[in-house]
């Protein structure tokens, strides 16, 4: 398969702790994005790193991506409840529209 | 500035019936991708369309689904003589005009179809 494919499948954690996501892909990339998706909605882009960058921040979410490893984690510190949802890794590779993994569930308990 | 529109956001139909999927792109992206997602899935790819052209309809079944995109007016996805397989959510997309493909993607809140 040449989507990304994250792990774990499902993590469940406590409020205030942090939460790491990985994503692993077989091919080059331009770039890899990480989406959320609230149950029964639409996904909601998060961050976009490109294959020439290593780390970046927005707010809580930290993403790094090794592209000799083919691979990158997402990173949500303090969570919160509210942070519930599934969570995917979208490669962009060539011309080609995005590919899409199978997510990782998130479960936040207060 | 509204969002990507779909609609309806639920559609029931009885198999061998047709089901349209409507979704109206964002103002100022001309750019719209039709995905599917089955429960516990990942979203596969069908179908990306420009303004009256398909650009790209690798991952769409090559019988009885169709797309389009005119030059007014949302896109629609068409599934004809639809089948229980066919039961999923279908998502809509659209980027901006000025962006590479493979760019940040701007989603819909999904048509869930259910075929009885």
């Known amino acids: 398969s040449q989507q990304g494919e994250e792990d774990p499948q499902a993590l469940s954690i406590q409020e205030g702790e942090n939460a790491t996501m990985n994503c692993s892909y077989k091919?080059?990339?331009?770039?890899l994005q990480w989406y959320r998706q609230n149950s029964g909605r639409g996904l909601v882009h998060l961050i976009l790193?490109?294959?020439?960058?290593r780390e970046k921040h927005s707010g809580r979410l930290r993403v790094t991506l090794d592209t000799s490893k083919k691979s990158s984690s997402l990173l949500i510190t303090a969570s919160r409840a509210a942070d519930t949802a599934s969570y995917f890794c979208?490669?962009?590779?060539?011309?080609?529209?995005?590919?899409f993994g199978k997510g990782t569930m998130l479960l936040v308990s207060p | 500035n509204a969002g990507v529109m779909q609609n309806p956001r639920h559609l029931v139909r009885r198999r061998g019936q047709e089901a349209r999927l409507r979704c109206s792109p964002m103002?100022?992206?001309?750019?719209v991708y039709w995905y599917r997602q089955l429960p516990e899935e990942g979203l596969k790819f069908m179908v990306y369309?420009?303004?009256?052209?398909?650009?790209?309809e690798s991952g769409m079944p090559k019988e009885r689904f169709s797309a389009e995109f005119p030059k007014e007016g949302p896109s629609i996805l068409r599934i004809q003589q639809v089948v229980r397989g066919d039961s999923a959510a279908y998502f809509c997309?659209?980027?901006?005009?000025?962006?590479?493909?493979?760019?940040?993607?701007?989603f819909g809140s999904g048509t869930q179809l259910s075929v009885l």
């Open positions: 997309a659209s980027s901006p005009d000025w962006g590479q493909t493979n760019e940040k993607l701007f």
């Open positions: 091919t080059s990339i331009n770039n």
């Open positions: 790193i490109r294959s020439n960058e």
């Open positions: 979208a490669r962009g590779s060539g011309y080609s529209t995005l590919t």
């Open positions: 103002k100022g992206h001309s750019h």
């Open positions: 369309l420009q303004k009256e052209n398909i650009i790209d």
